[in-house]
């Protein structure tokens, strides 16, 4: 059995935005599972649109230090975008709504490709709103919630 995929790709400098028209990834998936130098699908916030909470983090910058000569891209599955920086280049992205104060629905959802050839190094930086030196950040989770 043969299957086809057709896959639309739109460059700009930096960022590939993907439009595959196969509904089935399963066997993708699959394989995928082979690599262990990956991170596989997460938000680093609350992607459920929830109202953020005091002291959780509200955005991350990765940092790239090294790059893999093939693979090690970093994916935003819902955003349909696949960013493939350069050494010293970096990724912002925000999950807050500053508007509404409400966590993203998701859209912010990343994974690290399976690194293929090569080494990638990445300083994660995660931004929290809420924190001082008097309210540390060591005292909340991720989202916000505080620990006991």
Known sequence: TTTTTTTTVTTTPDVVI?????????????????????????CDGGCDGSPHLHGGR???????????SHGGATTFTNARAVAAPKPRDAVFFSYLDKATNTMDTGITTHSGCPVLEGDKWVVTLWMRRGISAEDVWSQYDPSGARHA
Not at 25 to 41: G, I
Not at 58 to 68: G, I, R, W
């Open 58 to 68: 509200v955005a991350t910058m990765l940092l790239y230090c090294a790059v893999a």
């Open 18 to 42: 993907l439009d595959d028209d196969d509904d089935d990834d399963d066997a993708e998936d699959d394989a995928l599972d082979e690599f262990p130098d990956e991170y596989r699908p997460h």
